[in-house]
């Protein structure tokens, strides 16, 4: 229960509401009320990220530096062990391999997931509108299947056996393929992953884009046609600055999601085989939980989130001076 | 004119193929469903099920506990969305609408928050929660999925609330609304596409989560859906139709959910946009 109560944030917004009722001048009173009221409207949402998520990732970082594992947890010993833990996995040649293989991986989903997914929401824009609902559904059904039933869903699809992507490809004429174990090899493992991660995440971007392209006026189209653009440069003068805002949104949402995607990877083929397809959350999860080796697993999961933060600085950096203008804005429509 | 024959039929056809692509994979999961295990395990895949059958349901459905564990997601998602929906809205509000110090600050940190590697912390949040006393309950996986969803939800219904037009809400208190009664009146009712789809997000990330719950409430009682198809998968092994059964099962209300929301998100996302 000491967790409920903490959240709770009353307590603190009694002394908000006093300046109004004990200030004798009214409007010294709202003034303050004002100065406070951002503040208070944030509060809960800061408590509670600071509680649920602020305190986890402390405790994450005090157990990195533990020697944890199934005895001490189970007699709920502390025993500290200093940078060990970081010693060993950073002099441990496998969590290199796997931080390359997370950062290639991230790479390449993300790059066909932008680059399909913006190509589907041109589409979209150009199809008329019965064909336009039809694909929609589909994208919109992709997008919203739950994540543990679509990874059912594809190793029901890649079965070796009865597997109907195996029968098609059969029939195509790859007679060798009738029997193929999709999970055999690492390459393979990871196609099927891709499929998997690209065709859940491609309708988001899809259909924003969709959404985006709708607010283009037609007079700019019409505008840039009389002064001679082609196709293509209307697209590049006309369409691609205004879906820029959003494009680099998605790239950074679709980032995090992948970098970060475990239970895609994990219900595969749970990071097999031989290990080969552990991501960094995957082998931070295989570690700690699986191996038991709770403080390693705590110190790995420190270093994914920094290699995180590090892939975001540049996007804070475009949020921060997108802030930036927006204040700037606003002090010029105030003054 | 051939070229413009072919400039109206490609579109369409790649449209067809991407409908295919798409919906293939879930028409698969209810065909699977639908189709007695001789059609299932067959050399030549059955396309269309000829003779449908239910008893693959039935199977999910009798799983022991199916009926709890269906409570206990509905109670952890719902509550979960609507405590953040709510919290999300007066921050949301004041990062929108107001000018004070610290704001860039806290808008990164909801920016940070969003990519919190929830899964890597799962020992972590093991250790807080079995410290409380608090294992096999649902009140922790609720309060942990309300801060999951949180910092997008901020961050969504933030252009919600920025795209709302300032001058709206100026000339209510210039016609003496007070700011709070300006918000109600004017401002939440065009917000109110807006916190739909936002629930949306919310909604899928609660129902589908998994690692927390698997390390947090080991209780058969205490779990929820996912779980439950994860391990049906294991028990039954190569029964695909049960499966496939249990995962429509699990799929469904988020399907129809999305369905239904689906074009006022996409409206909102646009009129967000408008404001550009």
Redesign the interface.
């Known amino acids: 229960m000491s967790v409920q109560t903490r959240e709770a944030p009353p307590r603190k917004r009694r002394p908000a509401a006093a300046p109004r009722a004990a200030g004798p001048q009214p409007g010294e009173g709202r003034r303050a009320d004002k100065a406070t009221l951002p503040y208070l409207l944030l509060l809960p949402a800061l408590a509670l990220t600071a509680v649920f998520l602020g305190y986890p990732l402390v405790t994450n970082g005090m157990l990195s530096f533990q020697n944890l594992n199934m005895t001490q947890l189970i007699q709920h010993v502390t025993e500290w062990n200093g940078f060990a833990n970081y010693t060993d996995t950073l002099s441990n040649e496998e969590f290199w391999r796997v931080t390359l293989r997370s950062v290639i991986f991230t790479a390449v989903n993300v790059v066909v997931i932008i680059v399909v997914g913006t190509l589907i929401g041109l589409l979209l824009a150009r199809l008329g509108p019965r064909m336009r609902l039809l694909l929609s559904v589909a994208l919109v059904l992709a997008w919203a299947m739950p994540i543990i039933a679509a990874t059912t869903v594809y190793q029901w699809l890649f079965a070796q056996r009865f597997g109907v992507v195996n029968w098609v490809l059969a029939e195509l004429g790859f007679e060798s393929m009738a029997d193929y174990n999709w999970t055999g090899t690492q390459l393979s493992t990871f196609f099927v992953i891709s499929l998997l991660l690209v065709w859940t995440s491609v309708p988001f971007v899809a259909i924003n884009l969709y959404a985006a392209t709708t607010t283009i006026a037609k007079e700019l189209y019409e505008a840039a046609a009389l002064d001679g653009a082609g196709a293509w440069q209307s697209f590049k003068c006309v369409t691609l600055p205004f879906l820029k805002p959003f494009l680099l949104v998605a790239t950074f949402l679709e980032i995090i999601w992948i970098f970060k995607a475990f239970p895609h990877v994990f219900a595969i083929n749970e990071g097999g085989p031989n290990r080969l397809t552990e991501t960094l959350p995957v082998y931070a999860f295989v570690e700690g939980v699986g191996g038991q080796h709770y403080g390693t697993g705590a110190a790995i999961s420190v270093l994914t989130i920094l290699i995180l933060l590090a892939l975001m600085a540049y996007y804070l950096r475009i949020v921060l001076r997108q802030e930036d203008a927006d204040e700037t804005e606003n002090d010029g429509e105030m003054a | 004119m051939r070229r413009s024959l072919l400039g109206r039929i490609w579109?369409?056809a790649?449209?067809?193929v991407?409908?295919?692509?798409?919906?293939f994979?879930?028409y698969?999961?209810f065909n699977?469903a639908f189709k007695p295990n001789g059609q299932?395990?067959?050399?030549?895949?059955v396309w269309f099920p000829t003779s449908p059958t239910l008893d693959h349901f039935e199977t999910a459905v009798e799983a022991e506990n199916f009926w709890t564990l269906v409570r206990n997601s509905v109670t952890v998602t719902v509550l979960a969305v609507g405590f953040s929906l709510v919290?999300?809205l007066?921050?949301a509000?004041?990062?929108a609408r107001?000018?004070?110090r610290g704001?860039?600050g806290?808008?990164?940190?909801?920016?940070?928050?969003?990519?919190?590697?929830w899964?890597?912390?799962?020992?972590?949040?093991y250790?807080?929660?079995r410290d409380?006393d608090?294992l096999n309950s649902l009140?922790?996986l609720t309060?942990?999925y309300?801060?999951m969803v949180?910092?997008l939800t901020?961050i969504t219904l933030r252009g919600y609330v920025a795209a709302v037009p300032?001058d709206l809400e100026e000339s209510a208190m210039v016609d003496g609304c007070t700011r709070l009664q300006a918000f109600r009146r004017v401002i939440f009712p065009l917000l109110a596409p807006g916190l739909m789809a936002t629930s949306l997000f919310g909604f899928?990330t609660a129902?589908?989560e998994?690692?927390l719950v698997l390390?947090l409430n080991k209780d058969d009682q205490a779990q929820t859906l996912?779980l439950w198809?994860?391990k049906f998968?294991t028990a039954f092994g190569d029964d695909?139709g049960a499966?496939?059964a249990?995962?429509?099962l699990?799929?469904i209300p988020?399907?129809l959910?999305?369905?239904y929301l689906?074009r006022k998100a996409?409206a909102g996302?646009?009129s967000g946009?408008?404001k550009?």
């Open positions: 579109p369409n790649t449209a067809l991407l409908f295919v692509g798409f919906a994979p879930v698969w999961m699977t299932i395990i067959s050399e030549t895949p919290v999300a007066f921050a509000f004041a990062l107001m000018r004070f704001r860039k806290i808008v990164l940190t909801f920016m940070v928050a969003q990519m919190a590697p899964e890597v912390m799962v020992i972590a949040i250790m807080i929660v409380a608090m009140v922790p309060l942990f309300t801060v949180l910092p901020i300032k899928i129902w589908n998994f690692p390390i996912p198809l994860s998968q695909w499966t496939m249990a995962a429509s699990f799929a988020i399907l959910l999305f369905l689906q996409v996302l646009t946009a408008v550009g």
